[in-house]
T-cell receptor, first 114, second 113 residues
Framework: GAVVSQHPSRVICKSGTSVKIECRSLDFQATTMFWYRQFPKQSLMLMATSNEGSKATYEQGVEKDKFLINHASLTLSTLTVTSAHPEDSSFYIC??????????FGPGTRLLVL | SQKIEQNSEALNIQEGKTATLTCNYTNYSPAYLQWYRQDPGRGPVFLLLIRENEKEKRKERLKVTFDTTLKQSLFHITASQPADSATYLCALDSDNYGQNFVFGPGTRLSVLP
């Protein structure tokens, strides 16, 4: 089956620093990639949708200058949390898909901002 | 507004029995319905996709039905095992590009030995 990887799996950083999370589709070309955030015991919340080579579409309430998304190729998307604060601590998950196919999710990245 | 409900927040069943999870939706016309499994601290894992013109799909011990008239999908795990314990999410998608992809709240299944 399709495999999506994320790196790093876990990151701890100081408040005010920026953190970059990579999402890669390993064995297929993803026309669209998605970024989600999940707080404990809650459902996944879509943050943004990105198509290769174009600007990401952000969900309402998600600051695009705070959460920078770069979809550089059909197999790579990055999410940068800029000037991270403790309230940004969460579980970040990416997914990737081709048209008419299922979304395949990465294993997630746990971010802890001290 | 779009709404997806899954039958219960938590479901406990005895090992060997069939687990049946329900996904109901309103104000949505999905082209695809997907079921995922999520374990604590992990991303969702894709299980099955069923399209609007399909009634039923099977994969090993899993079976999914899709009734667009009732706006409902049923997800069955036969001969359940403790290893099947996880949160199961249904998700709807209405186009080719995932722009209207929506998750249900999930059902936490516990299979008791």
């Amino acid at each position: 089956g399709a495999v999506v990887s994320q790196h790093p799996s876990r990151v701890i950083c100081k408040s005010g620093t920026s953190v970059k999370i990579e999402c890669r589709s390993l064995d297929f070309q993803a026309t669209t990639m998605f970024w989600y955030r999940q707080f404990p015991k809650q459902s996944l919340m879509l943050m943004a949708t990105s198509n290769e080579g174009s600007k990401a579409t952000y969900e309402q309430g998600v600051e695009k200058d705070k959460f920078l998304i770069n979809h550089a190729s059909l197999t790579l998307s990055t999410l940068t949390v800029t000037s991270a604060h403790p309230e940004d601590s969460s579980f970040y998950i990416c997914s990737a898909r081709q048209p008419t196919e299922a979304q395949y999710f990465g294993p997630g990245t746990r971010l802890l901002v001290l | 507004s779009q709404k997806i409900e899954q039958n219960s927040e938590a479901l406990n069943i005895q090992e060997g029995k069939t687990a049946t999870l329900t996904c109901n939706y309103t104000n949505y016309s999905p082209a695809y319905l997907q079921w995922y499994r999520q374990d604590p601290g992990r991303g969702p894992v894709f299980l099955l996709l069923i399209r609007e013109n399909e009634k039923e799909k099977r994969k090993e011990r899993l079976k999914v039905t899709f009734d667009t008239t009732l706006k409902q999908s049923l997800f069955h795990i036969t001969a359940s095992q403790p290893a099947d314990s996880a949160t199961y999410l249904c998700a709807l998608d209405s186009d080719n590009y995932g722009q209207n992809f929506v998750f249900g709240p999930g059902t936490r299944l516990s299979v008791l030995p």
